[in-house]
């Protein structure tokens, strides 16, 4: 099997899991996750729009959450944004483009 059938199999895999999730926060959690994964990404965040703002509430980074101690989760407080060209994520929503920073950092 080639990488592209991998990939899609992962992919159709992945949509049956979470067509079977029911809570929000968990579904959004897990779509982070993989797409992180998917990525290879180290981090990355989900924005909810609300209106004409976005509200920032799940995150994942695993260089912040190698240095925590063990069963310690990472900081995060969940906060709402003006949806303008004014921060990144806000960009992203003003425009609908996709945007990839290789080294956000």
């Keep these: 099997m080639n990488n592209q059938e991998s990939m899609l199999k992962q992919i159709l895999q992945l949509g049956l ?7 929000i926060d968990l579904l959004l959690e897990k779509i982070l ?14 924005y909810v729009k609300e209106g004409e703002t976005l509200r920032f509430s ?7 959450r190698k240095q925590l101690p063990a069963g310690r989760k990472l900081p995060y407080s969940t906060f ?6 004014a921060s990144i994520a806000g960009y992203v929503a003003t425009n ?9 950092y």
């Design 17 to 23: 899991e979470i067509s079977q999730i029911k809570d």
């Design 58 to 64: 799940y995150a994942q980074n695993d260089t912040i």
């Design 33 to 46: 996750s993989e797409a992180r994964s998917f990525t290879n990404c180290d981090a990355g965040s989900i």
């Design 80 to 85: 709402s944004i003006p949806i303008s060209n």
């Design 96 to 104: 609908g483009i996709f945007l990839n920073i290789p080294d956000v």
